[in-house]
């Protein structure tokens, strides 16, 4: 017997091995009533914080908390569960295609055809038809082992390429995948326990592929209208004309490029072409160089921004120009005004962390031809500080800032738009 608590509900004891699922049943865990949202069922379950799928085992003594689709674990499980089913209607209908998923563009996934055929509203209808026959079935998603040999055989006899150079280096004996229906993909993440659960969701005719839509976070049982971003389809293509150059369409690709000792010469060649489009990117300043007056570069953590800054700002010096790099962490708010995360500690990554008005004055002095001396942020009192370094614009010279936030224009209210140029790294 093992003993489970779930929340903060009363400890049960159960037998081993039964999954979460189950234990939530003998719990008497029923579809609970969110606010705001219809009554739904746990796609998912954390155990002792870590997301697992709902049929896996519990061997243990353990804390289960169950996961719903309107919480950001819960959409990425359903959306993931989506993806799944999709793949499973195309090895079905046109299994000698090779169906590929691109980024997301708004509320959905961009998926094309490696042969770059066109996607024709029959075969749109028919994949459509057949994952929603798969919903009506409410059939059980699985989560099998295979032998590595097995597993690879599997993968190679149903032409999943990708996952044939993934599953190579992998080192385990056993291999995990999800399964319904015979159809199988590799296990990378929990999927929901039923096609049952994935109602929501509408699959459309975009570019020369289709986009598989899913509902927002925060209403997991309605979907929007859909608006288009065509620069996130534009960056697409570009990832996807620079994979091709590149050999590296997939991690597995990039593994067997490791392999054969040849990542050198792809590290240069990445290199050269992330040079060029930020030489590209140099000369766009430059010919809006008369409004331009400050870089913004924003991108998620250990995307690049610093180098990227550091990088366009020698390409700029190559055009003539003198860039100035503003470290946004130096305009902190005190510790002691640092709003506080969900576990009361102090939240640095949210935009109420940095101190706008201070931010937005020095830039609009700046502009103004005035002298700022800049601020420094002393992490150890938790206190900024006067630096001592003052600066002014003068000819040629420009601001970069880079941040988490360079994106969002509350960051810069008070700067006019077309005084602003954003990079998204």
């Not at 610093?306 to 790099?325: C, E, N, Q, V, Y």
Request: aromatic residues 8%.
């Amino acid at each position: 017997m093992v003993t489970v608590k779930i929340d903060d509900r009363t400890a049960i004891s159960v037998p081993a091995g039964l999954s979460a699922k189950e234990i939530f049943e003998r719990a008497g865990l029923q579809q609970e009533l969110r606010e705001g949202t219809a009554a739904h069922a746990p796609l998912a379950v954390l155990v002792n914080r870590e997301l697992a799928a709902l049929t896996a085992p519990i061997d243990a003594d353990c804390t289960l908390s169950p996961v719903y689709p309107d919480a950001p674990m819960g959409a990425e499980v359903y959306r993931h569960s989506l993806c799944f089913l999709l793949a499973k209607a195309a090895r079905e209908l046109v299994p000698k295609r090779r169906l590929l998923v691109s980024m997301a563009i708004g509320n959905g996934y961009y998926h094309y055809f490696d042969d770059n055929e066109p996607i024709s509203p029959q075969l749109l209808e028919a994949l459509s038809s057949r994952m929603r026959s798969d919903v009506g079935a409410d059939l059980p998603i699985q989560i099998v082992t295979y032998s590595w040999s097995d597993a690879l055989a599997y993968f190679e006899q149903s032409n999943q390429a990708d996952t044939v150079a993934l599953i190579e280096y992998i080192n385990d004996p056993f291999v995990q995948l999800n399964e319904c229906d015979g159809y199988r993909d590799l296990h990378i993440a929990p999927l929901v326990p039923r096609t049952g659960l994935l109602s929501v969701w509408e699959l459309i005719p975009y570019r020369r592929g289709m986009l598989l839509r899913f509902p927002h976070t925060k209403k997991p049982y309605e979907m929007d209208l859909f608006s288009d971003i065509p620069v996130l389809y534009d960056i697409a293509e570009e990832y996807e004309q620079k994979a091709k150059i590149l050999n590296a369409a997939s991690i597995g690709a990039l593994n067997r490029i490791n392999g054969s000792g040849k990542i050198q010469d792809f590290v240069m060649i990445a290199e050269t072409l992330q040079n060029k489009k930020l030489s590209a990117i140099a000369d766009r300043i430059a010919e809006k160089s008369d409004t331009t007056k400050v870089i913004l570069i924003a991108g998620p953590s250990s995307s690049g921004k610093t180098t990227s800054a550091k990088k366009l700002s020698i390409h700029l010096r190559a055009l003539g120009f003198k860039p100035i790099a503003i470290e946004l962490d130096n305009y902190f708010v005190d510790r002691n005004r640092t709003p506080l995360d969900k576990d009361s500690k102090p939240d640095f990554e949210c935009l109420e962390a940095l101190d706008i008005e201070f931010l937005n004055q020095q830039l609009l002095d700046l502009f103004s031809g005035k002298e700022v001396e800049l601020p420094v942020f002393d992490f150890k009192s938790g206190s900024r500080k006067a630096s001592g370094i003052t600066i002014s614009l003068k000819n040629n010279e420009l601001l970069i800032l880079e941040g988490i936030h360079g994106l969002n224009d509350e960051l810069t209210p008070q700067v006019p738009a077309e005084n602003k140029l954003k990079i998204y790294v």
